[in-house]
């Protein structure tokens, strides 16, 4: 996962949009601690939104990676579900709930 994780957090997004990553992954994670340094070393502006597919995704390292990203996770247990979850997340990053916010 190191190199295809390297290669999708090179770059930036344009002026303001912001980068989103989204990286599918059976959740058989060899080095989680790893893929965490590299994530917080290399994630730059974009925003990783995990996707755990299967019966046994590492749920943990997913939700901890979009922690680290301030993206979300997604779960998705039952491969019969990929298309409607992938078309639910694709929906939600294409129409953020909020988007230039700021606070004083």
């Known amino acids: ?21 989204v990286f599918a992954t059976d959740g058989a994670v060899d080095k989680p601690a790893g893929l965490m340094q590299l ?11 995990p996707v755990g597919i299967g019966s046994a995704p590492n749920g943990g390292f997913l939700k901890t990676a979009a922690q680290h990203g301030r993206g979300s996770e997604t779960l998705i247990p039952d491969l019969r579900q990929v298309g409607s979850a992938m078309r639910g997340l694709l929906a939600r990053l294409d ?3 909020l988007r230039d916010i700021h606070i004083d």
Do not use: C, K, N, W
């Not at 295809?4 to 344009?14: E, F, K, Q, R």
């Not at 994530?39 to 939104?49: C, E, Q, V």
């Open 1 to 21: 996962m190191v190199p295809a994780l390297t290669a999708a957090l090179a770059g930036h997004a344009p002026e303001r949009y912001v980068r989103q990553v």
């Open 39 to 49: 994530i917080d070393r290399d994630l730059g502006d974009s925003r990783p939104f």
């Open 95 to 97: 129409h953020p709930a």
